[in-house]
């Protein structure tokens, strides 16, 4: 049987074609046709009409790039400030983007912009009682559009006929943002994901259930649910399937687990995946029942999270982990043909770990899974799949392109990436040549070659070792028979030195982060009067700030114990700000929580795609 032949069993019964793609060829036959200087945050497909739009924020206003399936020729549509998500309603051939607005360089409360599919002409449609709409969802069967709003925590009802907008308000949702939205076309029911990441505080969060026809809402709260980030639905057995980030201050022990809500009931259980730290995205084969969650991190806090593979029968649970992806971040189901599609974000360029990105594929029969690295792509992002024409659509945010993968292409070189963490230098070398790292450390080779890898320490380093596909000091021997990260580990033989950060006016225990941080161990601690200085801060440090020493050095602190009364006499905001002061106290409370978040996201480092590109600040 051809590809052809796979791919035309998407007419027949869904039922029928899953048991014939049994006899279709491997479904390894699969590699990267196109990398395309149009990506983003966001990726959606009309598979109707095979048109493909990538959302890129930046600048005052973002830009959508509609791409032409068949020929990869694009054309732009502008659209409001900070676009965040968007979807496609393929009935009415019109797409939704939802823009989050700005914090920083302006404030901004956002926007939606419907783009029409045949024209690319756009609409803005506001809804005033909303401030930073930053997700939607499409309900084709009745033509209504819905989009969470973070900040003013409600939800915008716009219908599709008329752009006409009406705002739902769910009064057990005070104080929590709209973050994710997902629609239940068969019971008309709307599923929003309410959590505190944009309003401080400590509260869980829970889920807001929207009638679609009447837009009354009742509330669903899983008592072991912390910070719910996504949701999606089976339609088939009316399951809802919530992700909860999890607590992720330091001492807390919650990292994380799925709520699945009856449809027909609006109970809840909790499923927690024990190899698993801080659930991402969700996904649903609604064929298969089985349930896909893409986790952030591991116990280990290694990065590789791996996915949660949950029977939506009995709930039980499994876990698949690449080896080569780290920080899972986003995934999609081919349900025909039993894929799975994972979009790993990797590290950022100043990370330690290195590690670019990759995108998983997951075998839904077997769980078995193979990864493919785009060597000109970094931090993907969001991942979309047409099962019409086989193909895959990776929005890559740190490289700011698009990689396309053909799933019935066959792969005849393999990607091979050599990762340099350690802080030591070194170079690696390859037999046959293509990577000489430190400067080429990303070559292709082809389908079957064997590949021997050998490290190098320059003067004042070491070399520590192979980790990944090999192991040991002495050279790594691979065959090219898929794409794959090598890390090679050089350590410093030099005492390091590193400077002392500047914790003056800071807290005792900001302080005391900070230095342990980077790499220095707390002395002392002197208590002193101050009159100028609040109880409880640091007065001044010992070496001083910005002074280089020994990693593992002591740093000594003098910290206030208070005087007379620190302060003075209030002020206000004047000027002409469009902002009121409730929209200022949240906006405030914001960046406290991103400042906190920063420090503990993931276990491991900040989460740029979700942070960042939300609050403007880049």
């Not at 479904?27 to 739009?53: C, D, E, F």
């Not at 109880?535 to 002591?554: F, L, R």
Request: charged share 10%.
């Amino acid at each position: 049987m051809s590809s052809n032949d796979c791919r035309s069993l998407l007419g027949i019964p869904q039922s029928f074609a899953v048991a014939l793609l049994l006899t279709c060829p491997s479904v390894w036959s699969q590699s990267i046709t196109a990398t395309l200087p149009v990506g983003g945050t966001a990726v959606a497909i009309n598979r109707v009409t095979n048109k493909i739009y990538v959302v890129k924020p930046g600048g005052p206003n973002g830009v959508v790039t509609v791409i032409d399936g068949t020929t990869h020729a694009t054309t732009t549509a502008q659209v409001g400030a900070n676009p965040r998500a968007l979807a496609v309603n393929e009935a009415t051939n019109k797409i939704y983007v939802a823009n989050c607005g700005r914090l920083l360089n302006s404030f901004s409360a956002g926007s939606i912009t419907v783009i029409d599919g045949v024209t690319n002409l756009t609409t803005t449609v506001i809804d005033p009682n909303a401030k930073w709409p930053c997700s939607l969802a499409v309900n084709p069967a009745t033509n209504k559009v819905y989009v969470g709003n973070r900040l003013s925590g409600n939800v915008t009802v716009v219908d599709g006929a008329t752009n006409s907008t009406t705002t739902v308000t769910d009064q057990n949702a005070s104080g929590l943002g709209a973050f994710a939205v997902a629609v239940n076309p068969v019971t008309n029911k709307i599923y929003v994901a309410n959590n505190s990441t944009d309003h401080g505080g400590n509260n869980p969060g829970n889920v807001t259930v929207i009638d679609g026809a009447t837009n009354s809402t009742s509330t669903v709260t899983d008592p072991h649910a912390f910070s719910p980030i996504a949701v999606a639905v089976n339609t088939v057995t009316n399951k809802i399937y919530v992700t909860n980030l999890g607590n992720l201050g330091a001492s807390s022990a919650n990292h994380g687990n799925v709520t699945v809500i009856d449809g027909a009931s609006n109970s809840a259980a909790t499923l927690s995946d024990p190899n698993a730290w801080y659930p991402q995205s969700v996904a649903v084969n609604q064929t298969t029942n089985k349930i896909y969650v893409a986790n952030g991190n591991d116990p280990a806090l290694t990065g590789i999270g791996g996915v949660t593979v949950i029977d939506g029968t009995t709930n039980v649970m499994s876990t698949v982990r690449d080896p080569n992806a780290a920080f899972p971040h986003a995934v999609t189901v081919d349900s025909v043909r039993d894929l799975i599609y994972v979009a790993n974000e990797g590290c950022f360029v100043d990370d330690p770990c290195r590690n670019p990105g990759s995108v998983t594929i997951i075998n839904g029969a077997t769980n078995s899974a193979v990864t493919i690295i785009d060597p000109n792509a970094h931090n993907p992002t969001a991942v979309a799949v047409d099962p019409m024409t086989d193909q895959i659509y990776v929005a890559n945010a740190g490289s700011g392109n698009l990689t396309i993968i053909n799933g019935s292409g066959t792969a005849t070189m393999h990607t091979l990436t050599v990762l340099l963490p350690g802080t030591g230098i070194g170079t690696v070398t390859s037999n046959p040549s293509g990577i000489d790292c430190g400067t080429s450390c990303t070559a292709g080779f082809a389908t079957g070659t064997a590949v021997r890898l050998s490290a190098s320490a320059a003067s004042g380093s070491e070399f520590s070792g192979w980790s990944g596909p090999c192991a040991g000091t002495s050279t790594c021997d691979l065959m090219a028979t898929a794409d794959q990260f090598v890390t090679a580990t050089f350590k410093s033989t030099a005492s390091m030195q590193v400077a002392v950060p500047n914790v003056a006016g800071q807290t005792q225990t900001a302080a005391t982060t900070a230095i342990t941080s980077a790499g220095l161990v707390m002395g002392t601690v002197t208590q002193q009067s101050s009159s100028t200085v609040a109880s409880g801060d640091v007065i001044s440090e010992s070496p001083s700030a910005g002074t280089n020493v020994a990693s593992g050095s002591t740093v000594n602190l003098v910290v206030s114990s208070g005087g007379p009364s620190v302060g003075g006499s209030g002020g206000g905001y004047g000027g002409g700000g469009g902002i009121d002061a409730l929209t200022l106290g949240a906006l405030l409370s914001l960046l406290l929580v991103a400042l906190r978040r920063a420090g503990a996201s993931w276990g491991r480092r900040m989460h740029c795609s979700d942070l960042v590109f939300t609050y403007g600040c880049c």
